[in-house]
């Protein structure tokens, strides 16, 4: 069974950085995508980055030039893939919890249980 931990959430005060982390097991096929998605409270989740098994980056406006997110596993021999999001210069409206996403086709995606990331003023 498919499964996606998210770990590294926690407290930060304005200007720091947390480093997320994304363990997915089970991925016996090939993905299309790795991605970051975040929820604040009585908000829409929404998009942050995304990392295409073709090594594809992107970023949502608001992150770009603060978040980065690494290179996760690809080996096919393997069936975990990781990858992690680096947080710098966080600001209090980054504050949400932070949803890993893999797609696998258009119609086939799987999230996991999400990291909360709290930025103090």
């Known amino acids: 069974q498919v499964q996606l931990v998210e770990s590294g959430g926690g407290v930060v005060q304005t200007g720091g950085s947390l480093t997320l982390s994304c363990a997915a097991s089970?991925?016996?096929?090939?993905?299309?995508?790795m991605a970051w998605y975040r929820q604040a409270p009585g908000r829409q989740r929404e998009w942050v980055a995304t990392?295409?098994?073709?090594?594809?980056?992107?970023?949502?406006?608001?992150v770009k030039g603060r978040f980065t997110i690494s290179p996760f596993t690809i080996s096919r021999d393997s069936p975990r893939k990781s990858m992690s999001l680096q947080m710098n210069s966080l600001k209090p409206e980054d504050t949400a919890v932070y949803y890993c996403?893999?797609?696998?086709?258009?119609?086939?995606?799987?999230w996991g249980q999400g990291t909360q990331v709290t930025v103090s003023s």
């Open positions: 990392l295409t098994s073709r090594g594809r980056l992107s970023y949502a406006d608001s």
């Open positions: 089970e991925i016996n096929f090939d993905i299309n995508s």
């Open positions: 996403n893999l797609e696998r086709t258009r119609e086939i995606t799987y």
